[in-house]
């Protein structure tokens, strides 16, 4: 043990990385760069850390982008009924056929970007689901494969997480954070 720690210190030495001709090494002179008071339960582990925050990230930027294509819609949808609201407020016998043909386009316009809306906030519904199935997967084979080592690291997605609401004008998502 004691000549694992000092030539774990020698990693990358020239004298050991010099090639030493006709010898030939034992396993003994292969050095790992890892600590060698590292076990490979505690790399598991972190690599599990490593990747649930890396979920979390793709996660929370999914959300962002959803948000922010709803944010562009309510702004489109807000032009158009502001545009639109002008022409109603035109009495109708001084509307030119342009102005009821434009009414008539607003109409149709704010109608799409209402459905594109509905869709998104769908869209937005049914990735939370699958995240939270997910997870429910990820917690159960973590549990199965290193119970005592993972819950004592802190990497089982089961403790008590915030709930943060997120406000889509019509909707309420839900998102975890840690």
């Known amino acids: 043990m004691e000549k694992e720690r000092r030539s774990s210190k020698q990693y990358g030495s020239l004298e050991k990385t010099q090639v030493e001709g006709a010898t030939q090494k034992s396993t003994e002179d292969v050095v790992s ?32 982008r959803y948000m922010m294509d709803d944010i ?12 639109l609201q002008k022409l109603v407020s035109i009495p109708e016998n001084d509307k030119s056929n342009g102005d009821r043909k434009r009414e008539e386009e607003l109409l149709q316009q704010i109608n799409k970007l209402v459905e594109t809306r ?32 993972l819950a004592s690291k802190g990497v089982l997605p089961d403790q008590k997480r915030r709930l943060r609401r997120l406000t889509v004008p019509g909707k309420a998502i839900s998102s975890f954070a840690n």
Do not use: N, W, Y
């Not at 562009?72 to 545009?83: F, G, Y």
């Not at 519904?125 to 005592?148: G, N, Q, T, V, Y």
């Open 118 to 149: 509905d869709f998104l906030v769908d869209d937005v519904e049914f990735e939370r689901l699958r995240e939270r199935e997910e997870d429910r997967e990820m917690a159960a084979f973590l549990h199965s494969k290193c119970p005592k080592t």
């Open 72 to 83: 562009q819609l309510c702004k489109e949808i807000t032009r158009l009924k502001t545009e």
């Open 33 to 64: 760069m890892a600590d060698s008071t590292i076990t490979t339960e505690d790399i598991e582990g972190e690599l599990s850390k490593i990747e649930r925050i890396r979920d979390i990230l793709v996660r929370r930027e999914s959300e962002l």
